[in-house]
Nanobody
């Protein structure tokens, strides 16, 4: 069993930055899982934001955040990060950390979900 705990959410003005962290505990995951971030706005489906492979050598992100968001991981700390710059009001959502095989992340059906952290961007 793996537990994912997000932190770093909050309220920020448009154009500002936040860094989300996701700490994994329960069993060593560093070499086992692709890690990802998803987000969900009220009344909308959860959507993929970014993912990173097991070694951290490859990353993937949705078009709307490319050039603004950066995903990274520190396997020694069992932690994945999402650096969010140039934030826009439309980035407002609950952000969820996820872990699982690449195919599961691609299907938005990861093995493990975090509890979510709220990000609010004011205009």
């Amino acid at each position: 069993q793996v537990e994912l705990v997000e932190s770093g959410g909050g309220l920020v003005q448009a154009g500002g930055s936040l860094r989300l962290s996701c700490a994994a505990s329960g069993r060593t995951f560093s070499s086992n899982y692709v890690m990802g971030w998803f987000r969900q706005c009220p009344g909308k489906a959860r959507e993929f934001v970014a993912a990173i492979n097991r070694s951290g050598s490859s990353t993937y992100s949705t078009d709307s955040v490319k050039g603004r968001f950066t995903i990274s991981r520190d396997n020694a700390k069992n932690t994945v990060y999402l650096q969010m710059n140039s934030l826009k009001p439309e980035d407002t959502a609950v952000y969820y950390c996820a872990a699982g095989p690449a195919s599961a992340i691609q299907r938005a059906s990861p093995t493990y979900w975090g509890q979510g952290t709220q990000v609010t961007v004011s205009s």
